[in-house]
């Protein structure tokens, strides 16, 4: 099982409609988690973190579940302009070691 | 306040060859990763940078390596380059592991074609 996985999606959403994606991770030890937004060819950027049960901004809220190892993003009233993929981040720390292990991503294509 | 930079933004190699990426980090962040995202596939984690030490390391063969400078500046270094090394290179910066809390900061990324 992979650490962190994601449905790679596509999804194909028309604009306004409510679309949610999960992200599930295999270690229990995970601290933080966040998701990232990024766009065709550019860097990531971070979207939302989410530290405790969840977290909300606007149309975009996470939330975690931590009995169940996973994390959702639900995006509401969608725009052309959350068409991106979306990475899903865990970070895991062992003593003075941390690791950020990624998603592969969820693609999201808003539709006019 | 500048971000994450890195250089060069494209670079070409031969096979065999070797390249050499920079990263500059966010000023007072002494953390730095390193990323391959080739096409069609997620961020494989390569290497973290703290305090001039490598803290961790991904699941790359020895020819990827790289160094951290007194400023927390960084280098990447791929040696004997393969045609599978073409991907986008993309360095990160955090603050220090005390703050669990902190989130990575991404450079634009380099993107190495190998030909």
């Known amino acids: 099982r992979k650490e962190v996985e994601q449905d790679p999606g596509p999804f194909n959403v028309p604009e306004g409609a409510t679309v949610a994606f999960n992200c599930t991770y295999s270690?229990?030890?995970?601290?933080?988690f966040f998701w990232y937004r990024q766009d065709c060819r550019k860097e990531p950027k971070l979207l939302m973190s989410?530290?405790?049960?969840?977290n909300e901004d606007g149309r975009f809220t996470a939330q975690l579940n931590r009995a169940s190892q996973y994390i959702s993003l639900l995006i509401r009233d969608s725009k052309l302009s959350d068409s991106a993929t979306y990475l899903c981040?865990?970070?895991?720390?062992?003593?003075?070691?941390?690791?950020?292990?990624w998603g592969l991503g969820t693609s999201l294509a808003v539709n006019p | 306040e500048a971000g994450v930079t890195q250089s060069p933004t494209h670079l070409i190699k031969t096979r065999g060859q070797q390249a050499t990426l920079r990263c500059s980090p966010i000023?007072?962040?002494?953390?730095v990763y390193w990323y391959q995202q080739a096409l069609g596939l997620g961020l494989q984690f390569l290497l973290w940078?703290?305090?001039?030490?490598?803290?961790n390391r991904g699941n790359f063969p020895p020819r990827f390596s790289g160094r951290q400078f007194p400023n927390y500046s960084s280098e990447l270094n791929v040696n004997a380059l393969e045609l599978e090394d073409s991907a986008l290179y993309l360095c990160?910066?955090?603050?220090?592991?005390?703050?669990?809390?902190?989130?990575?900061?991404f450079g634009q990324g380099t993107r190495l074609t190998v030909v």
């Open positions: 981040v865990v970070n895991q720390h062992a003593g003075n070691n941390r690791k950020l292990i």
């Open positions: 989410v530290y405790s049960s969840g």
């Open positions: 000023s007072g962040h002494t953390s």
């Open positions: 940078y703290d305090e001039g030490e490598e803290r």
């Open positions: 270690n229990s030890a995970s601290q933080s």
């Open positions: 990160a910066s955090s603050l220090v592991l005390s703050d669990w809390k902190t989130e990575a900061f």
